[in-house]
């Protein structure tokens, strides 16, 4: 069955970890089928230096984030494409609602927790350190890139592929209730099914309710401005 979104995602990328909840809640009361595909941040900032771009503990999390999505792509070539997204589902529960560190993300305990508890062979977090699946990855990430434009990041949905419009976000700091997830679901696929829509932004934005963050789920987090999408220090 073809499915009916494509969602391209990093999962160090707390941003696309609040979309994918809230695209779970509009699955479950829609029947849509979800593909889950990749992009690494730190293969799209292969080129910057991050000790001069970024703040200082970015580097260690996306470089996290690639080793995870090695072991999602050895999971895929195995598994099929279907393993993914309980996979996904699962490490971002373990990364984002617990005090998890950044720095430990990509541990490879961390990992075979995960995998043990979904029933898989724990031997698949031998893919943390197998640099070759890489260029799959990277080639995923430009694929969605090719959909969008460059100036963007995680996550990137695509709707109704393979020939529906493509978008970055929408950008959530906040999961909507049951009832109202469909709604804001039936909003931005109608802005994204106009042909001459493009862009509708803030850079300003709220961290997200999440344990890992210190944001509790009736807090609001605190406001930055993410500049072009990113918290770069310099462009």
């Known amino acids: 069955m073809s499915p009916d979104l494509l969602f391209f995602f990093d999962p160090v990328c707390p941003?696309?970890?609040?979309t994918s909840q809230w695209v779970r809640q509009v699955c479950a009361?829609?029947?849509y089928q979800v593909e889950w595909r990749f992009i690494s941040l730190r293969l799209l900032n292969a080129h910057i230096d991050y000790a001069t771009h970024f703040p200082p503990e970015y580097e260690a999390g996306h470089t996290a984030g690639l080793k995870l999505l090695r072991v999602a792509a050895r999971l895929r070539a195995e598994h099929g494409p279907a393993a993914v997204g309980p996979f996904?589902?699962?490490l971002g529960t373990r990364?984002?609602?617990t005090d998890l560190?950044?720095?430990?993300?990509?541990?490879?305990a961390v990992v075979?927790?995960?995998?043990?508890?979904?029933?898989l062979d724990p031997a698949l977090a031998d893919a943390l350190e197998e640099d070759h699946w890489d260029a799959e990855i990277g080639a995923e990430g430009e694929s969605a890139l090719a959909l969008t434009g460059r100036d963007v990041g995680t996550p990137i949905l695509q709707f109704q592929p393979p020939d529906g419009v493509a978008f970055f976000g929408p950008v959530i700091s906040r999961l909507p209730r049951d009832e109202d997830a469909v709604a804001l679901w039936d909003h931005v696929?109608?802005?994204?099914?106009?042909?001459?829509?493009?862009?509708?932004?803030?850079?300003?934005r709220e961290l997200p309710q999440l344990r890992a963050l210190g944001v509790g789920p009736d807090v609001a987090g605190a406001?930055?401005?993410?500049?072009?999408g990113s918290r770069r220090l310099k462009r």
């Open 112 to 119: 075979v927790q995960v995998l043990t508890g979904l029933g």
């Open 29 to 31: 009361q829609r029947n």
């Open 189 to 204: 696929v109608g802005l994204a099914s106009f042909e001459g829509f493009a862009e509708l932004k803030r850079s300003l």
């Open 101 to 108: 560190d950044v720095t430990t993300r990509a541990d490879r």
């Open 88 to 90: 996904y589902q699962a």
């Open 15 to 18: 941003f696309a970890w609040m």
């Open 95 to 97: 990364i984002w609602e």
């Open 223 to 228: 406001e930055q401005d993410w500049h072009a």
